[in-house]
């Protein structure tokens, strides 16, 4: 019997190692087999050179720098192996004096690992120049290599600062949203290089390598290379972009303006003052920084689209609009202007028109070319806010634009629902008469006043569109029509009243604009900052406020009349009035415009 149980434990044993041997010589061969390839084939990525971008004109607006960056071989940082560490360091700091040796230890020590095999970059990026002079010296240096990079260079640099963007090191976020972005470690950071990024990043290729127990490379098994046909071309001319960057500069002049063509293209446009964006590829100093974010006048915001500004009396033409197709005001009907209106049965509100003595009997043309505010306030009690707020709505007010920017801004178009949502408060009459003239709670960006004026010019709607072909494709111009057929009957009368602000000698832009060799259309806007006090009987003068309490001054025009072909839009910070701040700059564009052949 013992015997028995012996031989059957005998054949159970064998039988269990005969199963776990079939089990992993036959069953489990592809698992292992996998293994072992995993551990002798290595997959590379080839890194795509991201797209360069261009104006119209092919001039580059974002570049890649060659240089080099300087690496470590892994697995330096034991006790051992800290002299080999200390001599590859002290080649770098030998070679390149402004290094920071400190940094480049801290770096390396951060990446190294048992896991880690492969070297470790210390220095990002040295120029071409400045690294062959060494480049032999370091070759042969023990645990040292360099390796070709690129680094992102910005031509123009505070010129485009604003639609170009910039990039830098990419953050969690963009490295989960984006899987080249992790490979690249370079995530577009606003403008364009943000908008884009996807395109701009191009394909990563990758090589298969066999490698040694010793991590040595043997043999390349496969190669597939990069596609890095992820050029963009612009609508922008950098002509005109350097020259709207001249002009503000000459005035010291804080604000945006933009240059679009009717049917959406964007020639130029500038947020006023910019930044370097260089400055932010590498990454920049906290006092660099603070001394940005500090600035009283925001350079590091883009105005063009996340500026929100009162609209100020840029906004009676399409107001204008409004009040006709209400049915309530006819396009001929007068009011009597007499320098104010009041408001209120026991507590008198005075809302005054800027011209003190009044503008006498007014329609609607005379309204808009002499900016009487009387004339918008009896229209406006007469129509009510809501059937403003919801045709202004069709003309763009309260929406993006659908520039391809990054986070534009919407602004705001209000009426009684959106104040109930917001505030919890019912809506005043007397805000009514605010936002008919463009002020109160009615915030708007520059680029949706340009969109605006395209529409009052054409009467479509435009999409802003800054980016021309991506690689050989085309990007579409899209425009809608927004205005009612009522509108649209009425809108010769409002263009003939835009074209009478610029050309008439009682229009508010006449003194800088009738001279202007192209015959334009427009409307002028001074946004107050702070409101009039009640008992103030006389309005101080602009130059006599201090700056900051200084209107914003707008001023918004298409050309030619006739023809419109472009959309000049130009807003000054705490530049007063309108025609006098804005005028002169808006003449010298069009008059560029003409010289260059953009104006048939």
């Known amino acids: 019997m013992r015997v028995k149980l012996v031989i059957a434990l005998f054949l159970s044993v064998w039988a269990i190692l005969l199963g776990r041997i079939y089990q992993i010589s036959i069953k489990s061969n592809a698992y292992y087999e996998t293994l072992a390839n995993q551990n002798i084939v290595k997959k590379e990525w080839i890194l795509p050179v991201r797209g360069e971008i261009l104006d119209r004109n092919g001039k580059p607006l974002a570049i890649n720098q060659i240089g080099f960056k300087i690496l470590i071989a892994p697995h330096l940082s034991g006790r051992k192996k800290r002299e080999s560490l200390r001599q590859a360091v002290d080649a770098i700091v030998r070679a390149f004096g402004e290094v920071d040796r400190q940094k480049i230890i801290r770096r390396y020590l951060k990446k190294d690992s048992p896991y880690h095999h492969d070297p470790i970059v210390v220095v990002n990026f040295l120029s071409y120049k400045k690294v062959l002079p060494h480049y032999t010296e370091l070759s042969r240096t023990p645990n040292l290599s360099v390796e070709p990079t690129t680094k992102r260079y910005y031509p123009y640099g505070p010129v485009t600062a604003h639609v170009v963007g910039y990039v830098g090191k990419a953050n969690e976020k963009e490295i989960r949203r984006d899987e080249i972005t992790g490979l690249t470690g370079i995530a577009g950071k606003s403008g364009l290089e943000r908008y884009y990024n996807r395109f701009l990043e191009g394909v990563p290729g990758y090589r298969k390598v066999m490698v040694s127990a010793f991590n040595k490379e043997v043999a390349e098994l496969e190669r597939v290379d990069p596609k890095e046909e992820s050029v963009m071309t612009l609508y922008l001319d950098m002509r005109l972009q350097q020259y709207l960057s001249d002009l503000f500069a000459e005035r010291n002049a804080t604000g945006a303006v933009v240059v679009m063509g009717v049917n959406g293209e964007v020639l130029a446009a500038g947020s006023y003052p910019a930044y370097d964006p260089n400055d932010f590829v590498s990454g920049i100093s906290r006092d660099e920084w603070r001394k940005i974010i500090e600035d009283l006048?925001?350079?590091?915001?883009?105005?063009?689209?996340?500026?929100?500004?009162?609209?100020?009396?840029?906004?009676?033409?399409?107001?204008?609009?409004?009040?006709?197709?209400s049915g309530k005001v006819s396009p001929y009907h007068t009011f009597f202007c007499n320098g104010a209106i009041e408001l209120g049965k026991r507590i008198k509100h005075k809302f005054r028109c800027w011209k003190s003595v009044g503008h006498g009997k007014t329609d609607m043309v005379k309204a808009i070319r002499e900016s009487c505010d009387v004339y918008f306030y009896k229209g406006s009690l007469q129509t009510g806010i809501n059937k403003i707020a919801e045709d202004l709505r069709q003309m763009g007010f309260?929406?993006?634009?659908?520039?391809?920017?990054?986070?534009?801004?919407?602004?705001?178009?209000?009426?009684?629902?959106?104040?109930?949502?917001?505030?919890?408060?019912?809506?005043?009459?007397?805000?009514?008469?605010?936002?008919?003239?463009?002020?109160?709670?009615?915030?708007?960006?520059?680029?949706?006043?340009a969109r605006y004026t395209a529409?009052?010019?054409?009467?479509?709607?435009?999409?802003?569109?800054?980016?021309?072909?991506?690689?050989?494709?085309?990007?579409?111009?899209?425009?809608?029509?927004?205005?009612?057929?009522?509108?649209?009957?009425?809108?010769?009368?409002?263009?003939?009243?835009?074209?009478?602000?610029?050309?008439?000698?009682?229009?508010?832009?006449?003194?800088?604009?009738?001279?202007c060799k192209v015959k334009v259309a427009g409307k002028t806007g001074t946004a107050q900052v702070i409101g009039i006090p009640q008992e103030e009987k006389k309005r101080m003068k602009e130059e006599d406020l201090a700056y900051f309490h200084r209107s914003h001054a707008w001023l918004t025009t298409y050309g030619p009349y006739r023809n419109p072909q472009y959309v000049v839009t130009i807003l000054v910070e705490h530049g007063g009035h309108g025609g006098h701040a804005a005028g002169p700059i808006a003449e010298k564009i069009y008059n560029w415009l003409l010289k260059e052949g953009y104006i048939r």
């Open 398 to 449: 309260g929406h993006k634009t659908g520039i391809d920017l990054p986070n534009e801004f919407i602004g705001v178009m209000p009426d009684k629902m959106w104040k109930m949502n917001r505030y919890g408060q019912p809506w005043y009459i007397g805000e009514t008469l605010n936002a008919a003239i463009g002020q109160g709670y009615v915030l708007v960006t520059p680029m949706q006043i």
């Open 455 to 515: 529409m009052l010019a054409t009467g479509r709607l435009p999409k802003p569109t800054l980016a021309k072909r991506l690689a050989k494709q085309m990007v579409p111009l899209m425009s809608e029509e927004v205005l009612t057929p009522r509108q649209k009957q009425v809108l010769p009368l409002v263009q003939r009243a835009m074209y009478e602000v610029c050309n008439h000698p009682k229009g508010t832009a006449y003194a800088a604009l009738h001279r």
């Open 297 to 325: 006048n925001h350079p590091f915001t883009n105005k063009l689209i996340h500026g929100l500004y009162p609209p100020g009396s840029v906004i009676k033409p399409g107001v204008a609009l409004a009040l006709v197709d």
